[in-house]
């Protein structure tokens, strides 16, 4: 799953609104919506940067999946 998403989901779980975190993190409002949507992806810095102003590590947001090979 897109890391953006899991980001985007505990925001609202903390109900922090993405203008905070943009101002925090420098990342632009449009560019974080656009990501939390998964319309988008977030560089590994973004996440990093992201991580850091939530006292998170980015393994809190990454989750692996099984190749579509593997899932069959």
């Known amino acids: 799953m897109n890391p953006a998403i899991n980001i985007g989901a505990?925001?609202?779980e903390?109900?922090?609104k993405q203008t905070d975190l943009s101002i925090k993190t420098g990342i632009s409002c449009?560019?974080?919506s656009l990501a939390f949507s998964g319309k988008r992806r977030l560089s590994l810095q973004d996440i990093s940067n992201i991580c850091f102003i939530l006292n998170k590590t980015p393994n809190d947001f990454i989750v692996p999946e099984?190749?579509?090979f593997v899932k069959n």
Do not use: G, V
């Open 10 to 12: 505990y925001l609202k």
């Open 30 to 32: 449009p560019k974080l």
């Open 14 to 16: 903390i109900r922090m």
């Open 66 to 68: 099984a190749p579509d």
